[in-house]
DNA sequence: CAAACAATATTGGATGTCCCACCTTCTGTT
DNA sequence: AACAGAAGGTGGGACATCCAATATTGTTTG
């Protein structure tokens, strides 16, 4: 259930160990109904009431960090956090680059998933989106194509545009996960080579899906947001038969 | 290109020097070319590698482990690891029912996500699913029917049916994702009250999505599985009113 | 000779201690 | 009243030391 591979016995207890520590953790934090933003015991204090030393408490307090339970700030406390998948985009960028080295499996996998997320969605967030979120999904939608002209890369676009597309469905672990995504993918597309040539193509197919999702045409603008894909696609299959 | 021993004089927080240290990790594991699987150096030779002391070090490891990206064995040394995310499932559980406790809109967005990414990639799983692994999703179900009939819960036959209804796609990404949202979905359904006595109403209902997909209705089968949320998506709404 | 056992080297696991860096707050001067 | 500096508390980090688990090696034993 665990991993798959090899099953040995005892090393359970050395990572169980530690994950019980941030399961006693995250007990405590809901035990004493602490939301978020409030503040948890110090770090000596913690120790003692867990009965384990300091740095042993320290390694699962980072683990709940990268995984966005606590927040943790230098010379002034640690607090419950919000969300935070930063350390998860990291992770899966690594394992991205990984894959790349040899069979690309995984980079794939990730924009296969990334796909379907997108373009299974834009439907239920099409019917949600209110003229002012469709107006700034053209703004985005504009300066992509204005720093195109300029022959300017527009990364910062980019995001902008798919995540204003999926504002309405006002799901934030949605909006994250999408992040997420669009990080990794970043990463991959730098390491597989852009094509800065063509950037302004790159400007037009954003465009074309925000005329499909304008004209109310959901099935169009689901096929279009896929077709968005298949160019890095092409690229990572390029960069793994070569 | 690792880096080490950068010499940063202030404003480098200390979040940032963490994962700094975590991505010099990871560019180490690139730069050497090690596949998954391959041992690591040991920690005293990391600490010195990168110049941190052991356990700054193992601070970083213990986050990367956590993140599927090392595997660590006591007594054996450390190994670049298969993707794993079982520590990913255990923050978004915290977050679900920390979010239970209050407004509860993390859960509902962890459902709602589940149900899109499940609903929208039924049809694709559909196109490439074989005689052998329709054959396999009935089975799940059988069970299922079997359990409900003699009053006992199907946890992992739950699992498995939806694991299963989606091995097609090949994607090792996505059964992982769909299983930490499962996870999460079952403490959920755990902490809401699951209402034990509709055992054999659920096992109904995934006969009915077996159904639609064994009959080849993609727009059904998506719509059943889809209406398979709903109830766990109200149940929420119940607790969050009270 | 081979299988079983025991000692050992190597590795990660855990703790305590000491000091540093950072942030807030209080306090005293201007 | 406003600003600057001191003080206290917090997390950040490095060692040193010991514990525990694993694989290897060497010996014993049938």
Redesign the pocket.
Known sequence: MTTSG?A????F???A??RA?QADIMDLILERELEAGDP????????LAL?????????S??VLQALGVVE???????FVAPSNFDALADGMTFRGRLSLRHKGDEALELVDVRQALESGLIGSAMDKMTAGQLAAVEESVTRMEELAAAGEPFVEADAEFHRRLFEPLNNALLISLLAVFWKVYRQIHLEVGTGAEDLSEMAAVHRRIYEAVAGGDKALAAERLAHHFDGIRHRIYEVIEK
Do not use: W
């Open positions: 090899v040995s016995k005892a090393r207890s050395a990572q160990r530690l520590l948890l015991p110090t770090e000596n204090e913690l120790a009965g384990v030393g300091r740095n042993t408490l320290r390694e307090l980072k943790i700030r230098h010379g002034f406390g640690m």
